[in-house]
């Protein structure tokens, strides 16, 4: 029951969850928020030599990471402030003595109760995957395995690969099938296949983990380790035929439209007939096959594994999907492996946060409305409406002025720049939940009904034109996004609060944090994944040959720079991985410094506590990506995230920018001096 989202944006952040339990005081920080604050400064340290800590080092001591968290910073201060709101929110819908059954108010308020009804759930226990586990025990046959796959695709739990309409990368205005590889219970390929030493004990604890659910779902320690095995071995054989996520990154690569006959004959020993049968959907037309190694692969393995072998992997994607909302034994194993052995959490979150967090995932427009309403002033809307043109216009201009770009492509870009479609705070049309239907008294039986409400409108779409005014992400989501396919950049009401956008702040603070996030998701546009996207959203190359070579150069620069940038005294920032949250960065940076420039008319503002406006600006960008993290789960990151860690993202960018080490100073002393020369100069 994991879910992935398949839009294909371009995030902000990677948000992990953390933590902020006192509402008054979360309300006070709304309204005194300062826009620099000296005290969170180690003013000991130079800014050359660091600037992450030179301007967050006070605030990191002051804020050792919470135990149930893995880090801690802007980001999840901020969404755990907004989990205060939804509380409220949810609280005062549950409240509602006169909710209609099937009403809005009704489902929110039936779906946070049932997974807060402890009791219940703990009465159950495995009882609740009982008909389940009964189901897979009595598949009698291969084609039998391969329709109860489709059944689950059906309930949204995408067992073995993913299965789901998006837009046709080359045909952007219309909705087509999708397979994604999947099937992994290890969140990394390189995870089964790789033999350093923090690979081989991750596969060792969870080979453990593997018996430990076996058991718990009711076999005796020898039959549970034996299915273990069994889970480890078809998992890498799984791996040996996906993709990296290197290589995911190439959409080209990843864009293979094909018929079902053409699906048959890459992969004969799937009955494709079977499976979109029993989704409902008998003739998916054509389809992008992602991966086409990896469905191909499954071919083989259907027939190399043995039918036990199946039904002990479909109990596995069982459990393992449904673990965090079974009883407490399940939750507390599942905690073990995936929060305490990867990333290095002490504790669970509370039980409400968790419980929130899949009822405003289940419903989440329904619970978004009532949060704008609440928390979103007007006022925000159309200010950001005025930072999105201001850093549009100073883009087109940086643009104009590009040296290494020909007129063609010039005149091509600024087309795309003024096609990018700007959606702000919430949608015009919020999502219709009638169809969902939400019981007072299984969670587990809502979780499944969110999931399959969500998976039969992704089956709906395929073959019709794409609704583009839908959103890729919830209003009180704290993140923002680029869509290449709708070539959009969308920022939810979520974000639009300090330290990101402040409205008592200074011009610079701002346009150095909310300005350089808008600026992110323009240059996502321009990337190395989104400048393969023309201005309609369609995969067409629109550049010169030239352009394209002087751009790689560029970019490989950069990546040469994270290459080298080391963490853990030892680790390096993967700058392949990692190329197009980069590229974002430095773009947004240089995008808002022009526009906070045209926005002062050739006025410069007095210093304000000793500080000047540019600055301020790249003071108010650093203080954004502040935070402590785990060194477990640094090292995941490292390895899973395509965002650099923090402390790169403040220590990197900048310095390739003139106007920064002139800001601060900067020398060929500094540690973090970038000569001129190797600096690299894109957007």
Known sequence: MKKMNFFALAAIALLLLGACENTKKVKEEKTMTKAIDLASMDKDLRPGDDFFRFVNGGWMKENPIPPEHSTYGAFIILYEQNQEDLKQLVKEVSAEKDANNGSVSQKIRDFYNSGMDTIRIEELGVNAIRKDIDEINALKSKTDVQAYIAKTH?????TLFYFFSSADQRNSSMEIANFYQGGLGLPDVDYYLNDDDRSVKLREAYSIHLAKMFQLMGDDKATAIKGAATILKMETSLAKVSKTRLERRDPIANYNKMSLAELKELSPDFDWDIYFTTLGLPDPGDMNVSQTDFIAGLSPLMKQYSLDDWKTYLLWSLVDGSATYLSNDFVE????????TLSGRQEMRARWKRVLDNTSGALGEAIGQLYVEKHFPPESKSRMITLVENLRKSFAQRI???DWMDEETKKKAIEKLDAITVKIGYPDKWKDYSKLNVVADSYLQNVRAANTFEFDRTLEKIGKPVDKSEWGMTPQTVNAYYNPTNNEIVFPAGILQPPFFNKDAD???NYGAIGVVIGHEMTHGFDDQG?????DGNLNDWWTEDDA???????ALLASQYDNYTILDSLNVDGQLTMGENIADLGGLNISFDALLMSMNGNKPAPIEGYTYDQRFFMGYAQVWRQNIRDKELMRRLKEDVHSPGEARVNIPPFNMDIFINAFGITADDKLFIPVQKRAYIW
């Open 400 to 402: 104009a002025k590009l």
């Open 154 to 158: 059906k309930a949204g739990a995408s």
């Open 531 to 535: 400048r393969q996207y023309d201005k």
């Open 549 to 555: 070579k002087r751009f790689a150069d560029k970019t």
């Open 333 to 340: 194993q599942n905690f073990d492996f995936f929060g305490k």
């Open 507 to 509: 011009d610079a603070v």
